[in-house]
């Protein structure tokens, strides 16, 4: 019965931790005008854990030092529009900016809504080798046979 409830824990916990990448904290300093390299890293780091086709909501944040807590800055809709301008660089699809919706945080409310598309990889095999009509022979296996193909192959046979 231990060993039962020890993986019903440790799945409920796996499930949860994985539910919550949905949501992304983005920390600002306070005043910060522009992404910084962290910043810009941490948004390329997305694009490793999050599964095509699903979606990220990115909150710009920053840290009250006096409160110790994270509260939105009045310029979070400029933050948002930055992280769209990067992120839509990287391959992912803006698919929104929601404001004024309930949070826990203080200040005006306000994240990025992004799915990232996989890009098509380039120099596939396919793409070097394009398919090429069908040929078929009928040969009789009693008498030598030479096959000519469309391309200049031959066979003997």
């Known amino acids: 019965m231990k060993k039962f409830i020890t993986i019903l824990l440790c799945t409920i916990l796996g499930s949860h931790l994985v539910a919550q990448k ?6 600002f300093l306070k005043g910060q ?6 910043q810009k890293k ?16 990115i909150f710009p944040l920053t840290y009250d030092t006096n409160y110790d807590r994270l509260y939105f800055p009045r310029n979070a809709k ?4 930055w992280i ?5 660089n990287l391959g992912f699809e803006v698919t929104g900016i929601p404001r004024n919706f309930p949070t826990s945080y203080k200040g005006l409310s306000v994240s990025v809504n992004v799915t990232y598309n996989i890009p098509k990889p380039k120099n596939l095999l396919s793409d070097l080798f394009p398919e090429k009509p069908s040929q078929y022979f009928i040969i009789d296996p009693k008498k030598d046979t030479i096959i000519i193909g469309n391309e200049g192959t031959k066979l003997l046979f």
């Open 22 to 27: 949905t949501r992304y904290n983005l920390m």
């Open 33 to 38: 005008t522009e992404l910084n390299e962290k």
């Open 42 to 57: 941490e948004l390329k780091k997305i694009s490793t854990w999050i599964k095509p086709d699903k979606t990220v909501s």
């Open 78 to 81: 400029d933050q948002a529009e």
């Open 84 to 88: 769209s301008a990067y992120v839509n």
